[in-house]
């Protein structure tokens, strides 16, 4: 259910022109990579985005509903998603491999559930 | 030792304390050197039990077809303990989450009239981010009054912490302030007891398993000997140490969650019809006092 309803604001979003979510990652030939992920009750949209490793990313958050939280322990990096303007987290991944990410502002029925992974290639 | 928690028989409570039977008996205050004048002169073995994580409102069949008599269940376990305690906790998420704040109202409503039933009478609560994170704990405030105080009981100092009204699991420099003045009053020595609602230390930071700020906590009660804590959230009985802190987790009364990392997700473990409520339970604490303390002083043999 909560797929499909993040589906129908990803196909609404696209409809309406959205440039920030035609590709996840908008420019990876550049010193930057470029990264959008939306957080709604109970998602992050897309729920795994894929990086290459050793090159600077430039992560674009933004919530549709309310505040979010987005912690990557293993990355070591925190930070909450306030509505109203996209909040920008930069890093550099160091090391391939899988890495979660979760919501740690509790945020309803659901919460438990909303995460997702950030894949680091070589 | 002749205090009361110790005549009862170990076995009797391990066959009522819960379902699927949970016993923990913790020296609180045994340990090696642990002669605190205030706990020999005035405490005494005593028990109380510990009940978290029941979220009254729950429903789903696939992890619990037996939500709506659960807490009931433990309550009338706890009645049933031949010798009863002399208070009841419950560490948290008392209720599930609802957005809507009738329903969340009413929620703790049942829930407060059900454990009304206990034949003990001091019954201590703290909310979980189920009955707290969505309105900063203004519902529960209604129903159960302040999220963190403190108390003593028998020469124990208990000391309630609220790490979830904030719903981004941290308990705030207010309650830091709060905390260090709490402890400031307290000898170095003295037992003391923490009841919080999520890990302290970051059990599983993966999972939500943490306190933002817990290592202040931590921080602040390192410097006292005999620090002992209580806590629910994981849904799994779980016993760790900080240093010399020890800290236990209690089981659920709705689901079990699996260990920490085992699975992708922290979902609740299914229901096994074939073994009803495994993996719920509660526990009973005792307190035991080590009245066999002595105070040395050595003197010179060349003074009258």
Partial sequence: ?122 | MSGKFNDIDRRQFARLAGLGGVVFASGLLGVAGGAHQAAAAGADDFMFVQLSDSHWGFSGDAVNPEAKNTLKKAVAAVNSLPMQPDFVVFTGDLTHTTDDAQERRRRLGEFRDIVKDLKVKTVRFMPGEHDASLDNGAAFKEFFGETHYSFDHKGVHFIVLDNVSDPAAKVGEAQLGWLQQTLAKIDKAAPIVVFTHRPLFDLYPDWDWATRDGKAVIDALMPYQHVTVFYGHIHQEHHQMTGHIAHHAAKSLIFPLPVAGSQPKRAPIPWDASQPFKGLGWRSVGAEVKQAAYKVQEHPADKV
């Fill in chain 1, 1 to 122: 259910m909560r797929v499909a309803t993040a589906a129908a604001v990803l196909v609404a979003l696209l409809a309406g022109g959205s440039a920030a979510l035609v590709a996840a990652v908008r420019d990876a030939e550049g010193d930057e990579q470029h990264v959008s992920m939306l957080a709604m009750k109970f998602d992050y949209l897309p729920d795994q985005i894929t990086v290459k490793k050793g090159k600077p990313v430039v992560l674009e958050l933004s919530t549709l509903d309310r505040l979010h939280g987005f912690d990557a322990p293993t990355l070591g990096l925190h930070t909450e998603i306030q509505p109203g303007a996209p909040t920008v987290v930069r890093f550099t991944p160091e090391a391939a491999g899988s890495f979660g990410i979760h919501c740690d502002v509790f945020c309803g029925d659901g919460h438990e559930g909303m995460a997702g992974h950030i894949i680091v290639t070589e």
